[in-house]
């Protein structure tokens, strides 16, 4: 065993349903617009014709448990909810073609990419980073991993509630670049490992929160998840 200075940083994991074991998190990606009504609110269409995908990543560390109580973050008036389905990669790949995606796929979640709004949008516009706009402390919320090895989902209802009343609602299957395309891409540019986690995008309809607010979502078939937003810090 290595003598550290401190304790290193204990490992991030979720609960597998039906299982006493833990799935270890390795690395959270996250698809960039992927919805083409999303796309449009945010003021930039995608043309997959001459477009490809792109992501970006959070630390691990920003994980957090469905069910969470989260404090409204710092430096921030416009923090949004953005519902989204989440792959969970249970084997390693590396230039995975599309047809044979269905391999490292361990099973599905239902997530939150919880978002300083204001912050990624002047990144957006001034060329920068998006990691204080999106890299938030306790922002990737994410429900239990549900197991459905070597299952692509195409298609299922995801919706969203803010305090009991619908802000999201689109399906699965009007994804710009489905399961099997985002890891066939992704896999392009990252080693794929187990334990590495895949948000395929949010629908329309993303929106603001306040302190006391109470999110609850869910992918068909998948998963629910649920956040309540703190009193700031
Ligand atoms: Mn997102």
């Given at each position: 065993?290595?003598?550290?200075?401190?304790?290193p940083?204990?490992a991030?994991?979720?609960?597998?349903?039906?299982?006493?074991?833990?799935?270890?998190i390795?690395?959270?990606?996250?698809?960039?617009?992927?919805?083409?009504?999303?796309?449009?609110?945010?003021?930039?269409?995608?043309?997959?014709?001459?477009?490809?995908?792109?992501?970006?990543t959070?630390?691990?560390q920003?994980?957090?448990a469905?069910g969470?109580?989260?404090?409204?973050p710092?430096?921030?008036?416009?923090?949004?909810f953005?519902?989204?389905?989440?792959?969970?990669i249970?084997?390693?790949?590396?230039?995975?073609k599309?047809?044979?995606?269905?391999?490292?796929?361990?099973?599905?979640?239902a997530g939150?990419?919880?978002?300083?709004?204001?912050?990624?949008?002047?990144?957006?516009?001034?060329?920068?980073?998006?990691?204080?706009?999106k890299?938030?402390e306790?922002?990737?919320?994410?429900?239990?991993?549900?197991?459905m090895?070597?299952?692509?989902?195409?298609?299922g209802?995801?919706?969203?509630?803010?305090?009991?009343q619908?802000?999201?609602s689109?399906?699965?299957?009007?994804?710009?670049?489905?399961v099997?395309e985002?890891?066939?891409?992704?896999?392009?540019?990252?080693?794929?490992?187990?334990?590495?986690?895949?948000?395929?995008?949010t629908?329309?309809?993303?929106?603001?929160?306040?302190?006391?607010?109470?999110?609850t979502?869910?992918?068909?078939?998948?998963?629910?998840?649920?956040?309540?937003?703190?009193?700031?810090?």
């Amino acid at each position: 065993m290595p003598q550290y200075l401190f304790s290193p940083p204990p490992a991030m994991s979720l609960g597998i349903r039906g299982s006493d074991t833990r799935f270890p998190i390795n690395r959270p990606f996250f698809v960039g617009r992927n919805y083409h009504a999303h796309a449009v609110e945010m003021g930039r269409p995608v043309d997959k014709s001459v477009e490809r995908p792109f992501y970006f990543t959070k630390a691990p560390q920003t994980l957090t448990a469905s069910g969470a109580t989260v404090a409204y973050p710092p430096e921030t008036s416009n923090y949004h909810f953005e519902m989204e389905m989440v792959v969970a990669i249970g084997k390693a790949g590396f230039r995975v073609k599309a047809e044979d995606a269905h391999s490292v796929i361990y099973g599905y979640a239902a997530g939150l990419d919880m978002t300083r709004r204001d912050l990624q949008l002047v990144a957006r516009d001034k060329g920068r980073p998006w990691d204080l706009g999106k890299d938030v402390e306790q922002s990737s919320v994410c429900s239990e991993i549900v197991p459905m090895q070597g299952v692509v989902i195409d298609s299922g209802a995801i919706a969203l509630e803010l305090n009991g009343q619908t802000k999201q609602s689109s399906n699965v299957d009007k994804l710009i670049w489905n399961v099997r395309e985002i890891i066939a891409d992704l896999s392009l540019f990252y080693h794929l490992q187990p334990g590495d986690l895949i948000y395929t995008g949010t629908p329309e309809g993303v929106g603001p929160v306040v302190a006391g607010d109470q999110i609850t979502g869910r992918v068909a078939g998948v998963a629910e998840v649920a956040l309540n937003i703190g009193a700031p810090e």
